[in-house]
């Protein structure tokens, strides 16, 4: 009878939360098209990990993104792929809100509405969590749950693990609930993606990974001499592998965007793998001074993709850089995996800068040991003229 | 009879290399004191351990120094150490002259001579391995041999092995010879301060570590209840857990200062732990903004100390201000070690900045979910202007 | 006879705007302490001129600090000492709210309300430009202006200028109004400060600046004889001698943290000149190396005092690490004020690192030339190798 | 009769030096070609001045480039353009060496040398004032004279300027001789490209500068309609109009790459007014987080063309990413040149991310000022927190 007030494209998980916004919503009065990222029963059912896999887990291979020196950005990095999935159904079904189920104290709702509003900057964005009507009479999931019942959806029966879970192809974040004390150990039945290194088969799998310009093109077992090769079969297998072998496991105290620390457990296999072994092809072919320069754009970019800005003009501009700087990073690793660990055993390229007779201590190269010295005695001359000038030598020893 | 051309400290480790080094120096006519770092035979017999951890493993440590991503520093840190040293012997002894046994390609030749030229400007160095008569008389290993048989020096019985090595307290570093084809695996014998983690025990070591401004002061072994608190069993310590469980190998190419990429293999067992410990307590206790201005200086200290600026005033500068930042960076860590890994299992602090209240998603705490909005949408700003003036939108998607 | 709402301490100018907020606080019912830092009339007249010297534009010189490339920073470096003070009156009057006449589009709002939340979290902020109830009702000046008379308020009687301006010890910016339009030229009458350097005089002013850790200590008319040695008197002289000369205009559009570009027209006599004479004394006596470190520190720092953080963690460390950095940073400047430039003549320091025989052409100094031969051709390996692998010289060429 | 030692390149310049250089190269036995960039006399003359400014300057006007905050780098960006015509030449002609006249304590050696290596890998350099027996035999101007006479040289008949000079398109360079005391004043005849400010015109002149992609396309004297649109002509008419009111004149200390500090007197007319005019575009057009990014890498391309790495991985690099950032730069600025000062007026593009209407403080535009609290609490979170925990409020005031 009354009329709607609009068409609301809501980022469903089909969980309790999402579901009982989507009931929210229309009695708000809003139509509502849910928009299910991982698959169960409505409207938009979407499957995205292919170019989940492409377009965003490769480029932040490419940039060894670890934000604050650790975190490999799983959730991160999936937002705005997500995200941008959610504004093209609105665009296409002309609705003017977007809403997701994100808290008001935490970097999704950021990550989420940053790339809503550059790609769509009229759309409007209902955000339940931080709306008062909405926090204040769903105060805890004991609300939820009865508010669910109540209008007939199907609740959970299985108890909620006493934390909050968060899960994507490139890895699973447990936060909250007994982990916010950041004494508190990890439970070990938390991990859903890793093996418990202890209870990890006690042979490493060898793996070969061939890189061209920067991104996994195969990825090789050696002993069985399978291969994979599209990027979502390779990027799985080596979720599998190294989900087998329990690697990527971090508990870290991370900074959010909106200026709290939070505790954090995350585990990355695949990713993991792949962090170590591009380290690994970048080091041996790019020169060194470019990767000082991209060291630092790296960590920008790590930095922007945290805060939710994937979809920026600095972004862009770094994302394009760092891709530039990856024009020779090509060739293959070799790298084992045992008991949570990555470790590098050789490698090789056609495109390498390293010279074995350049550098050998038994053959001489193009090299003459002689330019060292001036090399180290013009390196001294300000060191010299310091000293000299703070008259520090006798001080200092 | 006739005239010592004058006196030589020479950096002495007992090897074939400076033994033989001694010899032809005392040939060329000069006077020689052999400093001996590692004691064996002969005049100055150093242990510089103690100095070794707290003025030079510390700072690394409140660093998070590590070279290229990877490479933990321990030789780099170790060469100033040496060096500072023997500049005061030399001076102490009225020596003009300092000399030591590294090549003509590698780092550690400007690490030596940098450390020199800053602490003792008018110091000359002799560094044999640049000396044409020196090193187109000793062209390989075996000349080395029958010039020190032929002198009744001692040479080494058992076969060399088919690498270089490099060792103290904090790593040993292996390269050369067939480590040089960058696709060769290390020998599984190689490693002599690690356990093979495939021989490692199957059941992991918890740790406590406090730490009070940035450094390490005690380490605890929960089960057992021990714990070291003098910094040099503190990290003997740590080398010790560390290497019965395989921790902190690594296998790198990486790029010298003087312009060549070299493969290095790495042991730093108790630097390792260290490296995980402190990244986790500092997070906890500094200010994000702070955190990513040190990193910045941490990478910078790096690759000062790499390139063997350890004493240079812009070395000084910089630890200063890494000193300065780890005034609050006090607090416990809890971690176990097992099978090649480090795993920060808790940690706590009486001057953590993590706000437990602040960030649960179960209390509101002093936090208006409201405000995010506003920040949300001013942080949008630039976006939707870029997106109005890109007219992108529909490029875009 | 009804209850106060609580006390509210308004950073008053004096001027229209902060006049009526003055009496639209009153009316919603609170007590209102006007704390006027220029002097007027009412209760706190504050003269923070002196600690705005020492405390806040020493630091900025120490630093270089210029925002973007251009902009001097005077506004930005004064809010967070005129917040600090009205924060300690609130606190010393037990008041709950303080209360300002900044716009909500603009950066002083951010810097002003960053400073009383670092300083005293507690306190609440009240934003009249921010409240609908306040900016739907006076929607312009003229509403303003009515409301004023109601009441009796004094109102301006001349016109007002169509551009808004800010003045304090340090600049004058102007902004708004006509100047809009990045196109309009600024009238020729806008500035205040500075004479049009069409009209100064046609003969230099010549100065000296002696520099102690980095500060100016003393100033003196090289012709006149005439001297000031404190950081008041320095100041307001170099903001006489470059007024003068009309140094210290620009013309530019600048990037606001709220994330939009606007246009300001700034004029900064004292302030250009001493930026000028610290950056000449600064290359003389400081290290390249750390020169280089501490100028990205010194473009942080500009960022910071720009958006507001004056007061917060990551800035105390950057001002700590650059005074630090200012220890050897002694010497006399010698400089010519002229028509809008100021050109510096000459310098001397007996902390410099300049050594005159070391670089002269005529005498060898301690430095042998074939040095250089050595340090060119390792610097050139790793170029040698780019070029061989690209196979790129015939390309190149 | 005696064979040849091969084939040389020399960089002449006509002057003394390179002709003394070029005889005494004879002497010894090689075979010389004389490479003249500015045309004299001999075999190649070349004018390489349109590829200067399209290939050399271009790029740099991009990039803001100025070293260590003053200096232009009128020198270092000629270097590289000469050395690749040199090498050029070389290749062509099959010469195994290159020669230059650079000294052994200055920069232009490293960035020939540099540069030659890095375009000709296989190429041997004779840096005459590097070697002994001709640094030996040559111990000043007066032996320099008496050989060329005795060889029937002509010689200078003027008596030399008693400090050195380098003139190029861009610039012009005095250093040494009565320069080298820094507390020395410039003497006023020195100048020889730009005006003395004190005699130059009383009335400015307008100009409009239009870029595209970063670089001016168009340069046109407002009063006098006139226009130049060819890189050459522009470049040489913002010289003349720069020249004519004396801009670009700085008298500095600055840090050579080989570790000493030295004083150099610079003009430079046409890029001081161009380094305004793009600074203002830039930042009309840049988003501020480009901005940021870009002014970083502009800082390091700064620094690599100082030091004479032009032609190497790293500058490739940065100058692919610099010019991506100059995408959208493009638009009209117009600026008055007036007694040494570039004043900008005014600028107005098509692709500005300047938005006025968002921007005034007359009209609310899209943007509502709530937002900002919600911006600014957010931002203030952890400075609560950080005052919280140091309990730092009442010291802090």
Chains 1, 2, 3, 4 share one sequence.
Not at 167 to 194: C, F, R
Request: charged share 25%; with cysteine.
């Amino acid at each position: 009878m009354c009329m709607s007030k609009g068409l609301v494209v809501l980022a469903y998980s089909g969980g309790l939360d999402t579901s009982c916004i989507l009931l929210w919503l229309k009695e708000q009065g809003y139509d509502v098209i849910a928009f299910l990222v991982t698959p169960r029963f409505t409207v938009f059912i979407e499957d995205l990990r292919s170019e989940f896999v492409q377009e965003f887990i490769w480029p932040a291979v490419q940039a060894n993104a670890v934000y604050e020196d650790r975190y490999l950005l799983g959730t991160s990095i999936a937002r705005p792929c997500i995200a941008r999935r959610q504004v093209q159904i609105a665009r296409q079904e002309r609705a003017q809100y977007v809403s997701h189920g994100a808290t008001g104290k935490g970097n999704d709702q950021v990550r989420f509405e940053l790339t809503c509003y550059a790609l769509y900057p009229q759309v409007q964005i209902i955000a339940p969590w931080r709306i008062p009507e909405f926090y204040s009479r769903f105060r805890g999931r004991k609300d939820l749950m009865e508010y669910a019942e109540k209008h007939g959806i199907p609740v959970p029966v299985t108890p909620k693990a006493p934390w909050s879970m968060d899960a994507n192809l490139m890895h699973i974040s447990y936060e909250s609930g007994i982990l916010e004390n950041p004494k508190n150990h990890a439970p070990s039945d938390l991990y859903q993606m890793t093996k418990n290194p202890e209870d990890s088969p006690s042979e490493p799998d060898v793996l070969e990974i061939d890189f061209a310009k920067g991104v996994p093109v195969r990825v090789t077992h050696v002993k069985e001499g399978t291969s994979k090769d599209t990027p979502l079969e390779l990027f799985c297998y080596l979720n599998e592998i190294g989900g087998k072998h329990g690697v990527g496991r971090i508990d870290i105290v991370e900074n959010r965007f909106i200026g709290m620390k939070s505790r954090g457990i995350y585990e990355t296999p695949g990713g993991t793998i792949l962090l170590h072994a591009h380290l690994d092809i970048e080091t041996f072919t790019m020169d060194r001074e470019v990767r000082k320069i991209k060291q630092s754009l790296g960590i920008k970019f790590s930095e922007l993709i945290y805060n939710g800005f994937w979809y920026s003009p600095e972004c862009e501009f770094v994302r394009h850089c760092i891709d530039k700087s990856q024009e020779n990073v090509e060739g293959r690793v070799q790298l084992s995996v045992f008991k949570g660990q990555v470790y590098i055993l050789g490698r090789e390229s056609p495109k390498s800068l390293y010279n074995e007779e350049l550098v050998s201590m038994d053959v001489q190269g193009d090299y003459d040991p002689c330019d060292a010295s001036g090399f180290i005695k013009i390196n001294a001359v300000r060191l010299r003229e310091h000293n000299r000038l703070q008259g520090a030598a006798q001080k200092t020893l």
